[in-house]
């Protein structure tokens, strides 16, 4: 509610219709006078601010100890004291991929690939006695294998590119015209593959590492669609395996799905952090914790479907296998969707 004086007009400003009270019956805005002033307006987006981040907290600290619960006050009809699940989708998943691409995904160029604990570049940059040496731990076992070691050095050193296939096409003209003359029959995702491939080669100068720099850059940045398009593909799985739910619309499933992927974002974050620290403090029995969190985002999903569907141990358990199971190949064949989008966006 506004602070500011009330007007003494009795008309609405947004719609004109006749106002008995201080709000409108038509349209719901306050008959106050229109102008403000600037401390009005500060103090409005403070209780703006304030109101949104009480309801927010709240609501996650339901969300996280209360499996199922907002679901289930959702579908009751119960909303007003709780954050709406799209904007609480939208808020967390914002926060968690903006810290994601700040502070675990690296920059394009600070990718590289590690064997033996040396990357790329380092390994470029041996002299001749540093490689001598390297080469000598190698023949007495302290450095990687010799299969290890010359597919490292032909992959990445030799800087040969990418290459689909057995034939090595010096430009896209060439191979244009070995399609053209029926030489080469290939469908057309091995066309634009091979395509993409001798753009890549030419781009980055047959850079195998710089290649795959791009490409896991791309991959990571498409996460956040690959995780947007999985929420309703999931909802829909949900409508399927409860579909003898005659009162649970696709709407209602969705709504579940939205505060399962909240709580996820939420773990997911935790994971990371862990992981992080693991690594700047060289502790790896961090990546305990790690496991239990995921242990405990699937025991989650369990409690969730149990108290929001309102099913028996036994059926939930059921479901909530078949569930997983199913989604863990959608996500399989999303992640291969991905890949393929990110290596044609390179």
């Not at 995780?227 to 619309?249: C, D, E, M, Q």
Request: net charge positive.
């Amino acid at each position: 509610m506004s602070h500011q004086k009330e007007r003494k007009a009795k008309n609405c400003l947004n719609c004109n219709a006749e106002v008995q009270g201080k709000y409108c019956s038509v349209c719901g805005q306050e008959n106050i006078e229109p102008y403000e002033s600037v401390w009005h307006l500060i103090t409005h987006f403070f209780q703006d601010i304030t109101h949104f981040d009480g309801k927010f907290f709240s609501s996650l600290n339901y969300l996280i100890f209360k499996p199922g619960f907002l679901s289930r006050e959702y579908l009751l009809g119960r909303r007003a004291s709780y954050l709406n699940p799209v904007r609480m989708y939208v808020f967390t998943s914002a926060i968690f991929f903006l810290i994601f691409f700040s502070f675990f995904v690296p920059k394009q160029d600070a990718i590289d690939i590690t064997i033996s604990g040396k990357t790329a570049k380092e390994f470029a940059k041996m002299d001749s006695l540093s490689f001598k040496k390297f080469t000598s731990e190698l023949n007495n076992g302290k450095a990687m294998n010799r299969e290890e070691f010359n597919h490292y050095k032909d992959s990445i050193l030799n800087s040969r590119g990418l290459h689909f296939g057995s034939d090595r096409y010096r430009s896209r003209a060439q191979y244009d015209s070995l399609i053209s003359s029926g030489k080469k029959k290939h469908n057309w995702l091995k066309k634009r593959l091979i395509h993409k491939e001798i753009e890549l080669n030419e781009k980055y100068k047959n850079n195998q590492n710089q290649i795959l720099q791009s490409f896991i850059y791309k991959l990571f940045h498409s996460f956040p669609q690959m995780l947007f398009i999985s929420l309703p593909i999931f909802a829909l799985l949900l409508k399927v395996i409860y579909s003898r739910h005659k009162n649970l619309y696709y709407v209602s499933h969705a709504i579940f799905s939205i505060h399962l992927y909240v709580f996820i974002f939420v773990m997911l974050f935790f994971i990371l952090t862990l992981d992080e620290l693991s690594y700047i403090w060289h502790a790896a029995w961090l990546e305990y914790f790690s496991i239990l969190i995921v242990a405990a985002i699937f025991f989650y999903e369990y409690k969730a479907m149990r108290v929001f569907y309102a099913q028996s141990r036994a059926k939930t358990f059921l479901k909530f296998s078949i569930l997983n199971v199913i989604h863990f190949f959608v996500m399989i064949l999303l992640f291969i969707f991905f890949m393929l989008f990110s290596f044609l966006k390179v």
